[in-house]
């Protein structure tokens, strides 16, 4: 666990590290992430990104947040599809961290703080993550903090030219 880990609800000054750590990572990501059009990688495209989250937080759909390391930006962490309603309270978790940050803990304690935001803040009864069957970095990440995964779906994302599976994973908070 890294103790100068932490999250918050991202800004729009967070649009250029996050617009320079996807160019730099364009390669080390594009298996395991959809295609993205240009803008996606400017700031100015970022910034677009950044305001589109903060509407849906704002909405109640999704907490969208950053991973910060010694009060730098070096990841994301948002908690998506929030289904607030009494009768299904769930949300479904979705992170990256640099590759210059990857492999210090950083993403487990990121998933952590999260996982608080979802029963304190949100008040969530299960959380939710898919994973590429061969992502096996974050499958650890996810065992780590309680999930299980619970079955695999079949032909669901399209990357890297082709149809994939996803790993479905689950934690319910109370466990």
């Known amino acids: 666990m890294h103790n100068s880990t932490r999250i918050r609800l991202i800004e729009p000054t967070d649009a250029a590290p996050i617009a320079a750590h996807r160019v730099r990572d364009f390669e080390a990501f594009r298996a395991w992430e959809p295609a993205q059009p240009a803008d996606f990688f400017t700031p100015e495209g970022q910034t677009e990104r950044i305001d589109k989250l903060l509407a849906g937080y704002r909405a109640g759909t999704v907490w969208p947040g950053v991973v910060l390391a010694d009060g730098q930006v070096i990841g994301q962490i948002t908690v998506g599809g929030i289904l607030p309603q ?3 309270r769930r949300g479904s978790v979705g992170y990256w961290i640099a ?3 990857q492999n210090q803990g950083h993403a487990g304690h990121a998933l952590g703080l999260v996982l608080q935001v979802m029963t304190d803040e949100l008040g969530l009864h299960r959380a ?3 994973t590429n069957l061969a992502n096996l970095p ?3 990440v996810l065992r780590r903090n309680g ?3 619970y079955g695999v779906a079949h032909s669901s994302i399209f990357l890297d030219g082709s149809w994939q599976d ?3 994973w689950e934690r319910i908070m109370s466990d």
């Open 138 to 140: 974050s499958q650890r």
């Open 86 to 88: 009494p009768h299904l």
């Open 166 to 168: 996803g790993l479905l």
């Open 147 to 149: 999930f299980s995964p």
């Open 128 to 130: 939710e993550a898919s």
């Open 99 to 101: 590759s210059v940050a």
